[in-house]
């Protein structure tokens, strides 16, 4: 009977005996029997490996000074609107020579990326509504009826970035894990990559 050892509470791995009368001492791993036992490891699972693309595209890319923040990013529980900015400006390559955030908040407002009335709390925890908010002007998506009529709002750039698969569903007053933040990330950095 096989044996199934932990490796870091993520991989479960089957160790099959090489021959059935000695099964103490001649043990081998099989890789055909290396997965995630569980639905919840395979995503932790996706969720690693999409962090550390994330982490290689864009530190590839980007100035050093702006991406200390993606070092911190994925072990904190909340993201603020500041790691936002900070991870659409690594997103658009906008590098400036005084990285403080008010520079920055300034340059995105200019953009017409970020609204005025978000530049006053830069500690406040990011939404998934101002998240899409940001991509969604960032990169220029072309929305739907109701987006282009009356101009992009939190609901429907959460809506339309759902739509093309940049966000999962859920509530756009919700607030962002680094985790979450770094995936979208990594989602918008393949979407410009292809459109």
């Not at 490891?41 to 999409?50: A, E, W």
């Not at 890319?61 to 400006?89: M, W, Y």
């Not at 990326?113 to 991509?135: A, C, N």
Request: charged share 25%.
């Amino acid at each position: 009977m096989p044996s199934v050892i932990r490796i870091s509470g993520i991989i479960s791995l089957r160790v099959l005996p090489t021959n059935s009368k000695d099964k103490v001492h001649n043990d081998r791993i099989n890789p055909a029997y290396i997965f995630p036992t569980s639905l919840g490891q395979l995503r932790r699972c996706l969720y690693t490996v999409l962090l550390l693309l994330t982490g290689i595209v864009l530190l590839s890319d980007s100035v050093h000074g702006q991406t200390n923040f993606l070092r911190d990013l994925p072990d904190k529980g909340v993201a603020t609107f500041e790691d936002g900015c900070r991870g659409i400006a690594t997103l658009l390559k906008i590098s400036l020579p005084d990285p403080s955030f008010e520079k920055l908040a300034q340059e995105l407002l200019d953009r017409k990326i970020i609204r005025k009335k978000w530049m006053e709390k830069p500690t406040s925890s990011l939404t998934w509504g101002q998240i899409s908010y940001m991509v969604y002007t960032a990169l220029k998506i072309r929305g739907g009826f109701t987006i282009t009529v009356i101009g992009p709002t939190e609901r429907y750039a959460y809506r339309e970035c759902i739509d093309k698969g940049l966000m999962p569903m859920g509530n756009k007053a919700q607030f962002l894990t680094g985790a979450d933040l770094m995936a979208i990330l990594y989602k918008a950095e393949v979407y410009v990559r292809e459109h």
